[in-house]
Structures are given as C-alpha cells and as structure tokens.
C-alpha cells in the first residue's frame, strides 16, 4: 500500500466515522457541528480528486454557510427535542431501514466497481474549445459558455427558494426586517473579530472570484465568501439586515439573473444561439455578467440565512 | 484498489447512512442534516465519475464538476427553504413534529 492510497483510505475512514457521529449525535447542535466537520473533511476529499474549484464550493456553501444557517436552527428548536424523542421508531423499522439502507449502498458500490474502462468523459472537448471561450479554466468555461444555461437557471432557483422563504412570513411583518436585531458586546470578540475580518474577507471574496477565469475559484465562491462577511457582520451587530421591501435590495437579487438573460438573448443576435457568445468578445461578455451574478449571488445566500422578516418596517 | 476506487466505497456508504438517518430520525432538523448528508455523498459519487474522466491535461472531467458547483448551490437554496418552513412550523404551533396527530 502507498502512502497516498492509506492516506485516502484514512480520509475516507475519517468521513464515514464523522457521518456516523453526526446520526448518533443525541443533540442537533452537535450534530451540526458534526456535519460542519464532514463539510470540510469532503472539501479535501475534494483536493484528493483534482477538484480544487468543488472543494472551495464545499468548505463555502456546504460547510460553512448551510452549517451556519442549520446552527442558528437548532439553537431556536432546542426546546423540541426532548418531546420529539418519544416519537422514535421501533425496533422493526430500524432493522427494515437499516436493511434497505444497506442494500442501496451495495448497489451502489457494485456500480461503481463495475463502471467502463475506460470512463466516458467530456474532458478533451472541454479542452479543445477552451480557447474559444478565452479562459483558463475548464470548470468556469463549463459553468458560463458550454452549459450557461444550467447556471442562469441555478440563479433563478436561488431566487425561487428567497421568494419562497419571504412568503413565509406573517402579514403583520411583511416588508420588515429578517430575523431577530442581533446585539454583540462592542468590546466583545465578536464584534472585534467582525471588524477585522469583514474587509479582509470582502478582498479574499472579490479575489477568488476574479481569479476564476484561470484559476480555481469562480463566482460562487467568491459570492459565497461576500455572504459570509455581510452575515458576519450582521451577528455582530455591526449592521442591521435590510427590510425586504427595500428598493436597493431587490435590484441587487435580480440584477444579476436579469443581465445575465439580457446577454443570452442578445446571443440569439449576435451568434446565432440563445446564450451564445460571439468569439471575440467572449471572454468581455462572460466577465459583464460574472460581475452582478456575483453580487447577485451573495446577496441571495446571505437574505436566505437572514430569513423570512419578523420584526414590523419603521414607519 | 485504487484511491478513486475507496472514495467510490466511501460515497456509497455516505449514502446509505444519509438515507437511514433521513427515515430513523423523527426531528425534522435531523431530516433536513440527513438531506445534506445523502447530498454529500451523491456529490461525492459524481466527483469518482470526474477523477476517473480525467483526460486532456485536466485532473478530472469538468463537466460533472461544475454540475457538483452547481448542485451545492441547489442544496443550499433547498436547505435555507425547508430551515425556514421548519421555523415557521414552530412558530404557529410551539411545536417542531412531522406528527399528524395531536
């Protein structure tokens, strides 16, 4: 055995037992924190797979935002759990899921020991038109020229899921302010770790983003690491989250799905195909719309974390 | 065995473990965690696919990797819905159960 293969299977080893943990945890805050750890244990998998652009993906989103978003959950539903442990099922369908969660994962594992050789990839024409697209980097040519559409539609989605969210709130409040006004101690950690983090954190944001095009890194993540420094500053207290019905923050949800269909549609024009972009300008038309999805993007993670308003607009 | 081949055994049973915690658990947040945790695997499985595509000077296919990109998003959005019908849930009635009785 290889140094490398006993690190991987070590690795592997390691997430399994931190999945397990998470299941067995009797307390949802710490199987969050569990899951957090699983996040970034699966971000180096990511690293070990040549994957570098889906590891900064899974420490951002996977980990880190949704384990933000699921810790604040469990703190407010704390009081439910010692109620929701008497609806715990029997021993039977324990033993029937146990056995038909077994079965799905040998299944699994069969198909994946019996895959072609050799494996079917798209690889070398993502290579072969790379240069047509004028970027470095395959997966952010994969993501905004050769299945642009599956973003654009993942912008909606994201949108979808904050229209959704919003609805959720009750009348008296609507147009008001998402969450409860957090209050930190100035002098605190918090607060200062906040003020020292935000603006370093806006530069790594923006970085990661810009490098994209020839590097790992792209859109989302750099849009999830400016979501992270807006919510940061808001646990700090150090800003208030907007009122829904504010004006600027609507602008700022859609701007970046709505050019982002403005230069698809205009494609049909200027080459022939809806989202096609014309040779020359590629790379100039891909940058117009990376910029506001960006901001799109951040902005969209971070009022989903805030949630749906529960405090009544100042009048 | 190769090291893209544990990580393949390695999803599988990710999978497996998401889907019984996903039906033993009655707490609706734990159903939610069980969702990523199936969601970690399948993500995991199409990183497998990736890696053993690799051709072209690149380390993995791109186009499953940016389909992973693309589905952590998804995940996400789903997640930050189902946390906010939960509350929302708990809110109206003090309580969190997917109980239809009582």
Redesign the interface.
Known sequence: MTI??AF??GL?AL??GV??W??TARE?FA??VG?VA??LL?AL??V????P??AL??AA??SG??GG??LG??T??RR??T???G???GAT??LA??L???L???G??AI??L?PEP??????Q???NLAATGLGN??T???MA??AI??LL?TV??L??LV??WS?A?DHVWGGFPGPRHHADPDGVLTFIAQLLVPVGILVGIHIFWVGSVAPG?E?QGATILAAMWILAMMAGLVDAPPVSRCWLRLLLVAGPAVFLAIGLAGLAMAGAFLGYPVDYAKLLIVTIEVPVTLS?AAT?AV??A??PERAPRR | ?????????????????????L?????P??K???F??I??GV???F?????????????????P??????G??????????A??????L??ETG???L?SDG
């Open positions: 490398a293969l991987d299977t592997a997430v399994v999945a397990i998470t299941i949802a199987a969050v899951f699983y996040g699966l998998v990511w070990r797979l040549a994957a652009d889906v993906t899974e989103i996977g935002v949704t978003l699921l959950a469990s407010r539903l439910t759990e109620p929701a442990a609806e715990k099922p369908l324990r899921a146990a038909l969660c077994t799905v994962s040998t699994l594992a994946l020991l895959l494996a079917p990839t798209l690889a070398p993502a290579a072969a395959p997966v040519a994969v993501l050769y299945r599956d973003t993942e989605v994201l979808l899921a959704g969210v959720l009750p792209g989302f993007i993670l989903l974390v949630g749906p | 065995m190769s090291s893209v081949t544990v990580y393949g055994l390695c999803s599988a049973v990710l999978v497996g473990l998401g889907l019984f915690s039906i033993v658990h009655p707490q947040l734990r939610i965690l069980a990523n945790l969601g970690g993500f995991l499985l990183g497998v696919v990736a890696r053993r595509g690799a051709e072209g000077g690149f380390g993995g296919d791109p186009v990797q940016a389909l992973v990109i693309t952590l998003v998804v995940a996400f959005a789903a997640t930050a819905l946390v906010a019908l939960l509350l929302r708990f809110q309580r969190a159960t109980r």
